[in-house]
C-alpha cells in the first residue's frame, strides 16, 4: 500500500480520535530532547519532536498528561488542530505490516474519502457506505497496535 495512503490514515486518526492524538503527543514529547522537554523549547533543528511554534503549548499539555492523564475539551481541540502536522513522525515508528492490514481492511477515512470523492476501501464493488462503516467500528481502535 501506498505511503499517502498511511499517512492519510494516520492523519485522519490523529485529528479525529482522542487516544491516537494522545498516543501521538506523547510519542512527539518522548523525541524531543532533555533538554527540549526541561525548557518547553526546540533548540535542535533535527525534524525530530515538536517544531518551533508547538513545542512551548505541546510539551506543556505532554506533561500535564503525563502527571494527571487528562487534557481539558478546549485542550484536545488544539491537539486535534496541530497533532496531524506529525504524522510523519508517527509513520516512522509504525508497523507497516500492521497499518497496512488496517488500511486495507477498514473504513478509517469514509468522511475523508468522501470529502474527496473518492471510494472508501471499505465500500469494495460499490457497497453503500453507510452500512460498511458498520461493520468495521472496531477497526478504528486498531491505530495503537501499528503505532
Known amino acids: 500500500m501506498k505511503k499517502s495512503t ?25 523525541r524531543q530532547t532533555e533538554t527540549e522537554q526541561e525548557i518547553n523549547q526546540t533548540t535542535e533543528h533535527n525534524a525530530i519532536g515538536f517544531s518551533g511554534v508547538d513545542a512551548e503549548l505541546l510539551s506543556s499539555f505532554a506533561k500535564q498528561y503525563q502527571k494527571t492523564g487528562y487534557l481539558t475539551a478546549k485542550q ?16 516512522s515508528v ?6 497496512d492490514k488496517l488500511c486495507s481492511e477498514s473504513c478509517f477515512s469514509c468522511e ?10 471499505c465500500q469494495g464493488n460499490g457497497g453503500d457506505l453507510a452500512q460498511s462503516c458498520n461493520r468495521h467500528t472496531g477497526h478504528i481502535q486498531q491505530l495503537e497496535m501499528a503505532i
Open 76 to 91: 484536545m481541540d488544539y491537539l486535534y488542530r496541530k497533532i496531524s502536522k506529525y504524522s510523519r513522525q508517527v509513520y
Open 112 to 121: 475523508l474519502f468522501r470529502n474527496e470523492k473518492m471510494q472508501a476501501p
Open 94 to 99: 509504525c508497523n507497516i505490516e500492521e497499518l
Open 6 to 30: 498511511h499517512l492519510a490514515f494516520i492523519k485522519y486518526q490523529l485529528a479525529t480520535k482522542k487516544k491516537a492524538a494522545l498516543k501521538a503527543l506523547m510519542l512527539i514529547y518522548s
